[in-house]
């Protein structure tokens, strides 16, 4: 599985982005997509994931009622739609996915096998 995520950029305090995570190859085997963040320095930041099914979406406290998740399995991607950005949301932004439907461990990067590049996110003041 191989991931491309896009859709970063420079967006002003309150306003919003919308991720791209695009799976393909084996992309059916992507059974949980992660998103996480990271600013240089600190550690990678887990912020929500979800099951190729639908049927589960959670969300980290940071960004509950902010972001959402929707995907289209048919073009094998995944949308992380942001929105009231603040300012500590500048970060770079990844994907990552799971061959496993995984619960507890979905908050963890280790339970994932597969990252996409990151794309960097901007959100000035």
């Known amino acids: 599985v191989q991931l491309q995520a896009s859709g970063g950029g420079l967006v002003q305090a309150g306003g919003s982005l919308r991720l791209s995570c695009t799976a393909s190859?084996?992309?059916?085997?992507?059974?949980?997509t992660g998103w996480f963040r990271q600013v240089p320095g600190k550690e990678r930041e887990f912020l929500a994931f979800?099951?190729?099914?639908?049927?589960?979406?959670v969300f980290a406290d940071s960004v509950k009622g902010r972001f959402t998740l929707s995907r289209d399995n048919a073009k094998n991607t995944v949308y992380l739609q942001m929105n009231n950005l603040k300012p500590e949301d500048t970060a770079v932004y990844y994907c990552?996915?799971?061959?496993?439907?995984?619960?507890?461990?979905?908050?963890?990067?280790?339970?994932?096998?597969?990252w996409g590049q990151g794309t960097l996110v901007t959100v000035s003041s």
């Open positions: 990552a996915a799971s061959e496993r439907v995984i619960y507890s461990s979905a908050y963890h990067e280790s339970s994932y096998g597969y």
């Open positions: 190859g084996r992309s059916s085997r992507a059974r949980t």
């Open positions: 979800d099951f190729r099914s639908g049927s589960t979406t």
